[in-house]
C-alpha cells in the first residue's frame, strides 16, 4: 500500500525537485492537479484534504492558507515555506537535530522544513551549544554562501540571462535576516547571530561557515573535542558526514547534486582559532531532500528512500 502525497506548488523550484524524488516511487502515489485545476480552489481544496501528507512548497501567507483549507483531522503536512518554523504545534523537520528528532518527526501531524542555511548552521552550533561547548549566551557569526537556485525563478532567470553581472552577491546587508529566529530557536541561543548570507553565481550547492575563538567555547576546548561532539551526534546519520581531514580548499558544489551534508572543522593552534564548515545541497538536504526524508519518516518508509547519498 503506498502513502498518497499532494505537492502544493508543484511547479517551483523546490516542489519540481521533491517530485524528481518521488516520481516512480511504488510506495507512493503523487495526487497531480493539471495547469488549469491546479488554479481551481475547489480542486485544489480536494487534493488537500484527500492526500496522506501534503508537502508545501509555497510562500507564507499562501502556505498558511493552504493549511487552513485542511478541514479533516488526519490529512499530515510538511511545509517547506518559513511560515511554520518556529510555530507552536509544528515539529521541526530536521531528523539530524537532535538525537529523538526522527522519532518526533514520525510521529508529527505537522513539520516545518528546515531553511537551507539553518541547516548548515544548526548542524554546526546545536551540538555544541547541547553539550556545553559554546555557551548559550555566546555572540556567534555565520558567513553562507548558496548558488542561485535558492533565490527562486526570477534569481535563476536573472543569472541564467546574464543580468546578474557577477559571480558573487552579499545581501540582506541590512540584516534581520527571516532565517535568524529558526537559527536561534533551535541552536538553543539566547542571542541571534550575525547572519551574513551571498549568491554565487553556480546553479546549485552551498557553504555555510561558523568561525570561533577558543576562547569563545568551554575551558580545554579544541578541534578534536568539536569533531568528538559532532561525531558522536551524528554517527549512524545516513545524510551527514564529518570529515576528520583538512583540505586546502571546499568548494560551494562539494555536495551539489546530492542530499548530503559534510561538516569540517579546519583550526589554527598559535591564533587558537575554529573554523567550522558545512557544504550541501540548498536544493538537496536544504530543501527536497529534506522534505522526502520527513515524508518518508512519517510514512513509515525507509528515511533514505529516493535520496542520494
Known amino acids: 500500500m503506498s502513502v498518497s502525497v499532494f505537492i502544493d506548488g508543484a511547479v517551483g523550484t523546490t516542489g ?16 497531480i492537479l493539471d495547469e488549469a485545476r491546479r488554479k481551481d480552489e475547489f480542486a485544489r481544496r480536494d487534493a488537500l484534504n484527500d492526500a496522506d501528507i501534503v508537502i508545501l512548497c509555497l510562500p507564507d501567507d499562501a502556505a498558511k492558507e493552504a493549511v487552513a483549507m485542511i478541514d479533516n483531522a488526519t490529512t499530515r503536512v510538511i511545509d517547506a515555506s518559513t511560515a511554520h518554523r518556529i510555530a507552536h504545534g509544528w515539529t521541526y ?24 542555511y ?65 537559527m536561534t530557536r533551535h541552536a538553543g541561543l539566547s542571542h541571534g547571530p550575525v547572519f551574513q548570507p551571498a549568491v554565487a553565481n553556480t546553479y546549485r550547492g552551498m557553504v555555510v561557515e561558523v568561525p570561533l575563538h577558543l576562547t569563545q567555547l568551554a575551558a580545554g576546548a579544541d578541534r578534536r573535542l568539536v569533531l568528538d561532539a559532532f561525531e558522536a551526534t551524528y554517527e549512524g546519520c545516513g545524510l551527514v558526514r564529518v570529515s576528520d581531514d583538512t583540505p586546502a580548499t571546499i568548494a560551494i558544489e562539494d555536495d551539489a547534486g546530492t542530499d548530503r551534508m559534510t561538516l569540517h572543522v579546519f583550526a589554527h593552534h598559535d591564533l587558537r582559532q575554529l573554523r567550522l564548515v558545512a557544504t ?11 522534505a522526502v526524508q520527513n515524508l518518508n519518516l512519517m510514512a513509515g518508509l525507509d528515511p533514505l528512500a529516493g535520496l542520494a547519498r
Open 16 to 31: 519540481l525537485e521533491i517530485r524528481e524524488r518521488l516520481s516512480g516511487r511504488g510506495d507512493v502515489s503523487l495526487l
Open 93 to 116: 523537520g530536521f531528523a539530524e537535530l537532535e538525537r529523538d528528532q526522527a522519532k518526533r518527526i514520525a510521529g508529527a501531524r505537522f513539520v516545518a522544513n528546515p531553511g537551507c
Open 118 to 182: 539553518p541547516t548548515g548552521f544548526l548542524a554546526l552550533v546545536r551540538p555544541l551549544v547541547r553539550d556545553g561547548l559554546l555557551p548559550a549566551d555566546a555572540l556567534v557569526t555565520v558567513n553562507a554562501t548558496s548558488g542561485y537556485s535558492g533565490g527562486g525563478k526570477s534569481m535563476i532567470a536573472e543569472f541564467e540571462s546574464g543580468a546578474a553581472a557577477t559571480a558573487f552577491r552579499p545581501y540582506a546587508l541590512s540584516l534581520g535576516h527571516k532565517h535568524v529566529p529558526e
Open 280 to 290: 550541501l545541497d540548498n536544493l538537496g538536504k536544504g530543501a527536497a531532500g529534506a
